[in-house]
């Protein structure tokens, strides 16, 4: 053994060289691929998180162990590992160590240089944060949104999702809708003394008892999800974030804006209708037509809602018209772009992973990792398999017909950029699940 392990470490040729039994050089070999494998790629991960070079050394490290694993096959079926074999397995690892030392040094060279553009990029997004804040304040608040050419406001809340400005209301003086959405990134980016004068001023002055049509969807993701978000943060380091107390200011005005939406839910179906009045409720002769997004996408709000408050008609609501409309899925669990709230069948068969649909698989994953309830879960696997077996063409996604699969249309939209993020996410709980694909 001491001769074996000499003539391994200091050969004649004072090179490393390898013992000649085939059966040690296997062991040796598969030993040092994994030892490599495991360390650089948990080290790149961990240390650098750089997407590229880590996708850089798997393919170098798989077809590495490729390479071994064919050794193996060969080596079995001649009984050993010839000369030439392990000569051409010494110049494969002295490849393999070399790549290595390559990557590491890239990655230390590029290290502070990487640490120097996140810090550029960061003030860069600061700078036009408050670029965009700042003005908003000084030219709008407390309207809805900020008109930048002319330096004047909007109140744009009715007209959101409202493509031809139907029954709009004209005594309508906004809710301060861009303060409420940049709740949040001001806690994040640390500015306390901002965000604890915008949570007092909202407390004291915000009423969402205004005669304006707004639609559902909207209303929740804007409005009532920037107010939980912002709750939850202050809530989370209140002493730091608003020194001097926090008396649940935001939480208190998410409670009379989910109450205000309630009402949307009270159809045959359990569907919400797509709008609502926040003084008065649903109009009389309301359009029944929604789109899939549109009232597949209000449980995490309504969800976190409930959670919060402690009330569970929020979250009854939402999982309910969540379920009826998982219910009407076709028989390749496809689902449709719009349908009738009132009468449960679709009007739109044609659909892909864009507008109309998109935050409708978004939401279920995301309802799965906030609250962990293995319905979601279920439901976001067999809709995801759906549209990876009927929309997807090589790289692209086209839509197409709920009921055949047959391709409806061939294009590629903006609002489909969301869907990467979607498949890490599915990828991460299934890994979490220890069923990696």
């Given at each position: ?116 553009e996140k810090e550029s990029l960061r003030e ?244 799965y990792i906030l609250f962990g309830s293995e ?23 086209h839509e197409a017909d709920m009921r055949t ?33």
């Amino acid at each position: 053994m001491e001769q074996t392990r000499r003539q391994w470490w200091v050969g004649d040729d004072r090179q490393p060289s390898f013992p000649h039994s085939p059966h040690i050089q296997l062991c040796l070999f598969h030993h040092m691929t994994n030892i490599i494998y495991s360390m650089y790629i948990h080290r790149f991960q961990e240390q650098y998180n750089n997407l590229m070079m880590m996708m850089m050394m798997k393919i170098i490290l798989a077809g590495w162990r490729g390479c071994v694993n064919s050794e193996t096959e060969s080596s079995r079926a001649m009984g050993g590992l010839s000369s030439s074999s392990s000569s051409c397995c010494r110049h494969r690892l002295l490849l393999l160590l070399s790549s290595l030392c390559w990557l590491m040094s890239i990655m230390s060279m590029s290290n502070a240089l990487l640490a120097e553009e996140k810090e550029s990029l960061r003030e860069d997004v600061r700078r036009m944060f408050y670029h965009a804040y700042d003005n908003y304040m000084l030219h709008a608040f407390p309207h809805d949104e900020l008109k930048p050419l002319s330096q004047t406001f909007t109140d744009s809340l009715g007209e959101l999702g409202n493509l031809k400005l139907e029954h709009l209301t004209y005594t309508y003086d906004g809710s301060a809708l861009t303060l409420i959405e940049s709740l949040s990134s001001l806690a994040i980016m640390g500015n306390n003394t901002e965000f604890k004068k915008a949570v007092l001023w909202l407390g004291e002055n915000l009423s969402f008892d205004k005669d304006v049509r707004v639609n559902v969807f909207e209303c929740n993701i804007r409005l009532l999800g920037g107010l939980i978000s912002a709750h939850l943060l202050a809530k989370e380091s209140p002493s730091s974030i608003m020194s001097g107390g926090y008396a649940d200011q935001l939480l208190l005005l998410a409670e009379d804006l989910g109450q205000r939406l309630l009402p949307a839910f009270n159809t045959p179906t359990g569907i919400p209708y797509a709008w609502i009045n926040l003084k008065h409720g649903v109009r009389v002769n309301e359009t029944t037509e929604t789109s899939t997004s549109g009232c597949g996408s209000l449980i995490l709000e309504m969800g976190a809602l409930t959670r919060l408050t402690g009330d569970p008609r929020f979250e009854v609501a939402a999982l309910n018209a969540l379920r009826r409309l998982w219910s009407m899925r076709s028989s390749l669990d496809l689902m449709g772009t719009t349908l009738d709230v009132a009468t449960g069948q679709w009007i739109e068969h044609s659909s892909g992973i864009g507008a109309g649909v998109d935050s409708f698989y978004e939401y279920l994953v995301k309802a799965y990792i906030l609250f962990g309830s293995e319905e979601y879960w279920q439901m976001f696997h067999r809709a995801y398999l759906a549209t990876q077996q009927h929309f997807r063409h090589g790289p692209w996604y086209h839509e197409a017909d709920m009921r055949t699969g047959r391709a409806t249309h061939w294009q590629f939209t903006s609002l489909q950029a969301f869907w990467p993020a979607v498949q890490v996410s599915q990828l991460n709980c299934e890994c979490n699940n220890n069923s990696c694909l």
